[in-house]
């Protein structure tokens, strides 16, 4: 599995957009790239996933170059609720990974009002 | 739909007893997984059941254990518990060959071990 680089941690105020990049230079072919948000004593929740290219849903937007060594989650207008630890991950289908979701660091982003 | 539920959400237990974690998947899902959540660790995996089985484990020791009934609810148990046990324990439920993306998870059971 790919192993993911993130900032440890970042501020932002009420609505400001807030972007947050992950490098993962090892992605393999059939990786995503996913993100997960958590609150604390609370389990992760799924935010976004992407393979190439851009996605948006209705809480953020996930940007992918076409190398796909890095991302970006942007969260558009983040509010103090969006204060959380955000985690990036990469991975597959992978039968010999199957349920193991490998999690990093995280990014403490902390909204200020 | 009804999420992934953990019980109980908080337990203590002194050192040298064991305890027995619970976990109800989203209905439908097969597999699950849990997970051992500290501030030194971090989120490690331990492991994995889908139809009753095992099919996948992290790296912990053997007092670490776990099951699969065949309404695919999991309990998982740490035997002769320690000090360093105490940790907030998460489970997630899947159709069993998910993305990453495909994982739900519960709020938890946090376990003080005095």
């Known amino acids: 599995l790919a192993k993911t680089t993130q900032p440890i941690s970042m501020d932002s105020y009420e609505g400001q957009e807030v972007n947050i990049t992950c490098s993962h230079n090892?992605?393999?072919?059939?990786?995503?790239i996913t993100w997960y948000q958590q609150f604390p004593s609370q389990g992760p929740r799924f935010i976004i996933q992407g393979y190439k290219t851009k996605v948006t849903n209705e809480v953020a937007s996930l940007f992918i170059p076409a190398d796909r060594k890095s991302s970006t989650l942007s969260l558009p207008r983040v509010s103090l609720s969006d204060t959380a630890v955000y985690y990036c991950?990469?991975?597959?289908?992978?039968?010999?990974?199957?349920?193991?979701?490998?999690f990093g660091q995280g990014t403490t982003l902390q909204v200020k009002p | 739909k009804a999420g992934v539920t953990q019980t109980p959400r908080y337990l203590i237990k002194t050192r040298g007893q064991q305890v027995t974690l619970s976990c109800s998947p989203i209905?439908?899902?097969?597999?699950v997984s849990w997970y051992q959540q500290t501030p030194g660790q971090g989120l490690q995996f331990l492991f994995e059941?889908?139809?009753?089985?095992?099919?996948n484990k992290g790296n912990f020791p053997g007092r670490f254990s776990g099951r699969q009934f065949s309404n695919s609810r999991s309990e998982m148990n740490v035997s002769t518990l320690e000090l360093g046990d105490s940790a907030l324990y998460l489970c997630?439920?899947?159709?069993?060959?998910?993305?990453?993306?495909?994982?739900?998870f519960g709020s938890g059971t946090r376990l003080t071990v005095v």
């Open positions: 997630a439920s899947s159709l069993g060959q998910a993305t990453p993306g495909g994982y739900t």
């Open positions: 059941y889908f139809s009753e089985t095992q099919r």
């Open positions: 090892n992605i393999a072919t059939n990786d995503y």
């Open positions: 209905s439908g899902h097969r597999s």
């Open positions: 991950l990469v991975g597959g289908h992978g039968s010999s990974n199957t349920g193991k979701l490998i």
